[in-house]
């Protein structure tokens, strides 16, 4: 099979190696063709024992299967098209064409039959999103959702190498001058990702508009997304307005067979626990003393792997037919 990983010298371009050498080429051989920057070309990259060389995009766009994006939402509306125009299934990380009607928005365990409707392009949720669609899916099955409320605190990998060198500069005394972050994230917290609109940031706004579309479900979700100053990680606060009130031994019974999930009861993880781990793992796990049908939950997962490069390797396993 033949891959091109678009952004393969990023964070999560990095990971989908990692995840391509785990999952796939064990299986199957794996032609790679690493693709970035005129920055990295000429770099070299580690793949299932052999060295590739990393390539300029603008040196042509080579005929493959698949071509996994990680490269931003500019670089996905510039160069998917050409990918898919040589014979290439697009999957996309960016946010460039996740709200397109005519582009899928998979996250295999939930909506996996979306993927095959698709034109040449599927696309990879949001990380926040993707590991709270996958505890609101059965729930919404089984109990029904009237409404979400949710505040994440996601890691600063979330921003891509520019987040984790912020960081790092500021945890040594200094300052990161392309820094992605509105203010000072060491020993912060920061309540806005990406830019306001009528109120809520573009993080929240992806939360609310993509969980409707994966979900196909109307249901109302009221973000709050907070970056804070952990390295790999996302963690959120859910509070769901179940259809029905049902004893918590049927919401473990439901969550528990959920492919992908680790159902912790009234335990929890931190994303420290979890970093290189590609499940979901819910935790906290209580109704209200005062509502039986509010059901709140401590999500966690690494949003370098589930929330982006095994969600996108999973999806071009469906694809080929190997799951
Ligand atoms: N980080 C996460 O947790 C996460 C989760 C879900 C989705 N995503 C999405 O995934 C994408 C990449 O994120 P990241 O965190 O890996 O960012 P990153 O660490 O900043 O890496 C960006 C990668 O894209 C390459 N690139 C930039 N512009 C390009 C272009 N015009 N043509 C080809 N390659 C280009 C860079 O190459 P050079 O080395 O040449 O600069 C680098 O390999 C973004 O769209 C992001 O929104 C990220």
Redesign the pocket.
Known sequence: MKVAV????????QTMLRVLEEKVAPQEPVELYP??????AGKKVNFFGREYVVRD?KEGIPEVDFALF??????SR??APAFVARGAVVID???AYRMDPKVPLVVPQVNPKDAFNHSGIVA?P??STIQMVMFLKPLLDAFGVEEVHVVTFQAV??????GLFALEAEEEGGFYDNTPFAKRIHRNVIPQIGEFVEGYSKEEWKMINETKKILHADVPVNPTTVRVPVKVGHSEAVHVLLGSAPPIEDVYKVLERFPGLVLLGEDYVTPADVEGRDEVFVGRLRFHPDNPRLLSAWVVAD??RR??ATNAVEIMQLLAGRT
């Open positions: 678009v952004g393969a010298t990023g964070l999560v371009g693709i970035a920057t005129r920055r990295s995009i990680s490269a931003g939402a500019e670089a510039m160069y990380n960016s946010s990879n949001n990380c990998s979330g921003a891509g190498y520019k949003n370098l929330g982006a």
